[in-house]
């Protein structure tokens, strides 16, 4: 059986101030019907990037290369009709900010509707009932009165809910859904997690999703790809991936995080910063920081290479270190600067004091 | 008055209240401004109204009767208020004649320049704004590079240019006059009014486009797109609906820049409206005249503001006109 | 963020900054088309070889020659010379509306902002209730009392200018007393009007500085509009607005010399005001 999505080496340049840059390098996976796939990576790892090429909704003036397959379809060809019908039917996505991305002057009601009577020629009347089951099915019940308010008038995970429920009035294939909890409160971010698992599972659709916390996608996801500067650094199971990571990068976001049972007394912390793409030198994007790094690693990019059981790394020395990336070493970064995983492992390093 | 309902409509009855309270405030404030100038001038309010002239026991009383000088300053004011709120202007003192039916008689000219300047300002420069926000490019880029030079070029100059190029060397429209009936009228303003209007066109043309290329760019519009609709549905429901806002805001102080500006445009196209009588009564020194058209022009100002505002707050829902909470 | 991070961020933002550094080519030729039009006002009458008001009835109207560089006006009198020496009469009066509403607006919105409570709620109703007052329609009211000319008309325009200044200033200052490096200098002990004067004022005087630049081409289009219709700056006085009102009469002739370079330099001027102060706002508000 061939995969809904298929994403075969991708690879996107972005002009900036008059160069294009790499933005995404040699990007490779596939994505069975009502599977789920989690994409994790720090901010610029080039996750983003990846999804919104799946959407086709990257910036003016992108180089793409590569391949992406849709049911078969070439996505990057599509044009007009052909990719409106793509957006409208087969994809739906999710956004990071809620609020950012759904127009401050129009009603609830309006979004969840607007895609119903424009692409699907429903009746208002009809949309507006499919719209208040729609509420349901995302656990708002007073659906009727919130159709009538305006965005500025909801919580952010209200809002989520809203879009999640917006995003199945299409009953797409492919859900592709970008750090969909992170602007959240953290109260709320599981609970929209669970209505968005739990919908995704009933309603039989495959996702793409987007996360900086490996312990999400591996509660959420069959499959983890883990990226780093604009590259894959490995792509496993993702129960897998938590027991025996097979890149060093993979291993250090999984020590950088606090463990709520366990007290420590300064969290491992990768040492130096978060790298894009196009600033990244030559040989391993992560060899800089990296602690097994060695001459020969900064010397060329190694390839994804196969670990066997349908794993995947990009580390030189994945075999050698399998089974030892994950012991407690006496962490070389000293004064825990650039948090691995960023925004909440910085505040718990303040917590832990 | 528990019912969301009950409070939404209590809401908005409290903002209404407000902007209108508000509105009567500045215009009470103007109309003091107005008043009190009498008092500012040097000598007494008396010889600074008859100035010099050679006044006939008569006139003087007359004056005397419309300020009512031998009474408080206060009282004065109140009295002065009164009579022009039920439309009495008091008397010109060059004309000696009310000055209501003098703004009765001109009034008209003035209104339909404006209009029609208002007109011009809303089709042309929104038209050009839109096309220059929506089609990136070299004609975009002149459009825009065409208004920044247009918004540096004052109302009398564009009168001046207007009337050498279209009226005298190539003769197409009048030189100055108000016509006869009503399309000779149009025909008669056109030129004016594209002098009053040409400095706002620019700035409403380079705002609509500013605001339409922020806009476009937006996050909503990306999710608009992402879901698959049309390019007209985007741009209509999500682009053009907000971009709409920020060029409402200012739309206000540009109709008040005209409204002044009919003072200048006036004079050159010797138009007889309510502008070119205020610079002659001014040059004359009839200052009941003055007094009147400085309240009239300053109230339409005030007003359209007000309104301008309402509108503003019921496209924008994020303006609290009902206050509900979540 | 720490005190002592706030205090640094303190330093940091009160650090003076070289303006001018990153002003596009259109701003520099905006900035150097003010010096010269600003040269020219103040060493113009050094260059004027023929009284600007001497008439000549029997060179009316006639073209550019040596002796009249541009040639003369109805009246015959040299417009070269009436250019040269009415541009210190055009700008000057701008300038000082600019200075003034700056000042003043400026003043009275720090104050506001510090004070604040109902201090500050009277002060925002009175630039409300002085903003509904068009600006021209003030100083038309105000030669009209105390008789034409610039000096009336430029104090009614300073008290019209200063709201515009007044309401820009106190969104700013009351963003910038928001950022916690306030916070950390009020906790350091230090007074309202030496936080005000010292740190606040410095932050935005970009801001101010640009719209000022603004408002120099508003004021010398109101200023130049009331010579225009024979309220500001009289006969025989050489001035730019009252050369294009006095030009009229040779328009309709076919001899629009005087009023078109009159109009020339005045769009001149404020195209460059406008292009630099659009500039200097844009900078302002990325910085901060």
């Known amino acids: 059986m061939s995969a809904l999505l298929e994403v075969d080496g991708l690879s996107v340049q972005l002009p900036v101030a008059g160069e294009f840059r790499t933005v995404l390098q040699d990007v490779s996976f596939s994505l069975e019907a009502g599977q789920t796939l989690g994409l994790v990576g720090e901010s610029g790892s080039g996750k983003s990037m990846t999804v919104r090429s799946i959407a086709r909704l990257l910036p003016p003036g992108a180089r793409t290369t590569g391949s992406i397959r849709f049911d078969g379809a070439s996505v990057l060809d599509l044009r007009g009709d052909a990719l409106r019908k793509f957006r409208s039917r087969d994809v739906s996505m999710i956004f990071q900010d809620p609020r950012a991305h759904t127009n401050p002057v129009r009603k609830i009601g309006d979004f969840l509707t607007e895609a119903m009577r424009i692409n699907g020629k429903v009746p208002p009347r009809e949309a507006e009932r499919r719209a208040v089951e729609l509420l349901a099915e995302v656990g708002i019940h007073d659906g009727e009165r919130r159709l009538k308010q305006f965005p500025h008038e909801l919580s952010g995970g209200l809002l989520q809910r809203v879009m999640i429920a917006a995003s199945l009035a299409v009953k797409p294939r492919l859900i592709l859904a970008d750090e969909p909890t992170t602007a959240l409160d953290v109260t709320t971010q599981s609970e929209v997690m669970a209505i968005l698992a739990r919908l995704q599972r009933e309603y039989g659709m495959a996702m793409l999703f987007i996360t900086h916390d490996l312990e999400l996608a591996a509660a959420v996801c069959d499959r983890t790809v883990v990226m780093y500067a604009g590259a894959m650094v490995e792509h496993q199971d993702s129960s897998r991936l938590h027991t025996d990571p097979l890149h060093p990068y993979s291993a250090a976001l999984m020590q950088a995080r606090p463990e709520i049972d366990r007290r420590v007394p300064r969290l491992p912390a990768i040492p130096g910063h978060p790298t894009s793409a196009f600033e990244a030198p030559d040989g391993c994007a992560f060899a800089p920081r990296c602690r097994f790094a060695e001459d020969a690693c900064r010397a060329a990019l190694p390839p994804l290479e196969s670990m066997g059981d349908a794993a995947y790394s990009r580390c030189r020395r994945a075999a050698e270190l399998r089974g030892h990336l994950l012991a407690t070493a006496e962490h070389s970064g000293g004064l825990g600067d650039g948090a691995g995983v960023g925004d909440s492992a910085g505040l718990e390093e303040e917590v832990a004091r | 008055m528990n019912s969301p309902a009950a409070r939404a409509a209590w809401h908005t009855i409290r903002f209404l209240g407000g902007r209108i309270g508000g509105l009567l405030a500045t215009l009470l404030a103007s109309s003091f401004v107005v008043f009190g100038a009498l008092y500012l001038a040097p000598g007494s309010p008396m010889t600074f109204l008859t100035h010099g002239r050679s006044m006939t026991p008569d006139a003087i009383a007359q004056i005397n009767q419309q300020y009512h000088f031998d009474e408080p300053f206060a009282m004065q004011y109140v009295r002065w208020l009164g009579g022009i709120l039920q439309g009495d202007f008091g008397r010109s003192i060059l004309y000696k004649d009310a000055v209501s039916s003098l703004l009765a008689q001109r009034i008209g000219t003035t209104v339909a320049l404006v209009a029609l300047s208002a007109l011009l300002v809303a089709f042309v420069g929104l038209a050009i704004g839109i096309f220059s926000g929506l089609k990136p490019g070299f004609a975009s880029n002149a459009l825009m590079g065409m208004s920044t030079a247009a918004m540096a070029v004052p109302t009398f100059v564009a009168a001046v240019v207007l009337t050498l190029v279209l009226a005298v060397e190539l003769g197409w429209f009048p030189v100055f006059g108000v016509g006869t009936d009503p399309i000779d009228m149009v025909y008669h303003l056109v030129l004016p009014a594209f002098a009053l209007s040409l400095a706002s066109i620019a700035f409403v043309a380079r705002l609509s486009q500013a605001a339409i290329r922020q806009e476009i760019s937006a996050d909503h519009v990306q999710t608009a797109i992402g879901r698959g609709f049309p390019y007209g549905v985007v741009v209509r429901r999500h682009v053009l609906r907000n971009a709409s806002l920020p060029v409402l805001t200012v739309l206000g102080l540009t109709l008040a820049g005209m409204i002044s500006g009919t003072v200048v445009v006036e004079q050159v196209f010797q138009l007889n409206g309510v502008g070119s009588l205020l610079v002659s009564s001014v040059q004359q020194k009839d200052f009941p005249v003055v007094q009147a058209i400085c309240l009239v022009y300053v109230a339409a100002f005030i007003i359209l503001n007000t309104v301008i505002d309402l509108a503003y707050s019921i496209l924008d829902p994020r303006v609290s006109v009902g206050g509900g909470k979540p | ?288």
Not at chain 3, 62 to 82: C, I, K, M, T, V
Not at chain 3, 191 to 201: C, F, K, V
Not at chain 3, 231 to 252: E, K, N, R
């Open chain 3, 1 to 288: 963020m720490t005190a002592l991070a706030a205090i640094a961020e303190a330093r940091r933002r009160t650090r003076k900054r070289p303006l001018g550094r990153h002003l596009s080519i259109l701003g520099w030729c905006a900035a150097a088309v003010l010096a010269v039009v600003a040269l020219l006002a103040i060493f113009g009458p050094l260059l004027v070889t023929v009284d600007p008001n001497a008439v000549d009835l029997s060179g009316a109207y006639s073209g550019p020659s040596p002796e009249h560089l541009l040639g003369q006006d109805a009246s015959g009198r040299d417009l070269f010379s009436r250019l040269l020496s009415g541009a210190s009469t055009s700008l000057v009066g701008p300038l000082l509306v600019v200075v003034a509403s700056t000042v003043l607006g400026t003043a009275l919105a720090l104050s506001a902002v510090w004070i604040g409570g109902w201090f500050d709620s009277a002060i925002a109703r009175v630039i409300d209730a002085v903003f509904a007052f068009p600006g021209l329609l003030l100083a038309i009211l105000a030669t009209s009392i105390f008789g034409t000319g610039l000096q009336a008309a430029v104090i009614a325009l300073s008290i019209s200018y200063t709201p515009y200044i007044a309401r820009i200033v106190r969104g700013a200052a009351l963003r910038e007393r928001s950022l916690p490096y306030v916070a950390a200098l009020r906790v350091q002990g230090l007074r309202g009007t030496s936080i005000s004067l010292r740190h606040i004022l410095p932050n935005i005087a970009g801001l101010i500085s640009a719209n000022a630049t603004l408002s120099f081409g508003f004021a010398l289009i109101d200023l130049a509009a009331l010579s225009f219709i024979g309220l500001g700056v009289q006969a025989p006085t050489a001035d730019w607005g009252a050369m294009i009102g006095s030009g009229m009469a040779g328009i309709l002739q076919l001899e629009p010399q005087e009023a078109l370079w009159a109009s020339l330099l005045i769009v001149i001027t404020v195209a460059a005001a406008n292009s630099l102060g659009d500039e200097l706002v844009k900078r302002s508000e990325n910085r901060s």
